[in-house]
């Protein structure tokens, strides 16, 4: 599992002096860890594989989306990495959140600049190299292409019935061939299998379980693959 605390020495405690108080000591020694723990994430071997992505899709424009294959593959790597390693203390988990920042961070981004293609090749990235590395039979990337399970890009097949004048039927796609995809379905394939996380006390709305999540999710994709299979395009 990539979700996983990891330890840390902290070899600078020593110079802490001894005549500071308590709270001083717990500042200092917080700020020292949290150096010593971001230089140690510098220092992946990842990393500069990342920052030849990364530096390509500072400088790239509108071909930003060319490179999320690659990022993926980074982010995979950086996962991989960091789990081997057992000198990082990563507060929290090593998620989305935490390696998109990690990237930013890499790559010197200034989120003040909202550029909006940098991002989005990041975030897709992003989300694809957690989907490889966690599921490497599902998701892959092969030649700068991404490949995703057909059953799992494409969960059901529209077919057109015979004699039947704009009639269509839907089949459960059970494929699992690895099929090449455009990087817009990460997105979609990212919000459908993701679990939402509760936020305070349970309410009415966080406490539905996945499966209910899934069962609109999909009820909500057939009405989309009617409008497309009838192409209603205004109502699609």
């Known amino acids: 599992m990539i979700y996983k605390n990891l330890f840390i020495k902290n070899k600078d405690k020593s110079k802490i002096g001894k005549n500071m108080t308590k709270d001083a000591k717990k500042t200092m020694i917080k700020e020292i860890e949290q ?14 594989k ?14 930003l989306i060319k490179l999320v294959p690659k990022m993926a593959v980074s982010v995979d790597e950086i996962i991989t990495e960091i789990n081997k390693r057992q000198d990082i203390k990563v507060k929290g988990e090593i998620d989305f959140i935490f390696l998109k920042d990690h990237l930013y961070t890499l790559a010197s981004y200034d989120k003040a600049k909202k550029d909006r293609g940098f991002e989005m090749a990041v975030i897709r990235g992003v989300k694809l190299g957690i989907k490889m590395n966690t599921q490497p039979k599902v998701f ?56 939402i996380k509760k936020r305070g006390g349970k309410t009415k ?14 009820t909500e994709l057939n009405k989309v693959y009617n409008l497309a299979s009838k192409k209603e395009n205004a109502k699609l």
Request: hydrophobic share 35%; net charge negative; aromatic share 4%.
């Open 140 to 195: 892959k990337v092969e030649n700068d292409e991404i490949l995703i399970m057909s059953k799992v890009a494409v969960p059901f097949k529209t077919e057109q019935l015979k004699g039947v004048k704009g009639g269509t039927t839907k089949k459960e796609n059970k494929d699992e061939t690895l099929v090449p995809v455009n990087t817009s379905i990460i997105d979609n394939i990212w919000s459908a299998t993701q679990p």
């Open 205 to 218: 709305d966080t406490a539905r379980n996945l499966n209910d999540v899934s069962s609109e999710f999909l």
């Open 50 to 63: 990342a920052k030849k992505v990364l530096f390509l899709a500072t400088n790239l424009g509108n071909n």
């Open 35 to 48: 150096k010593d723990n971001q230089d140690l994430l510098m220092s992946l071997k990842a990393n500069e």
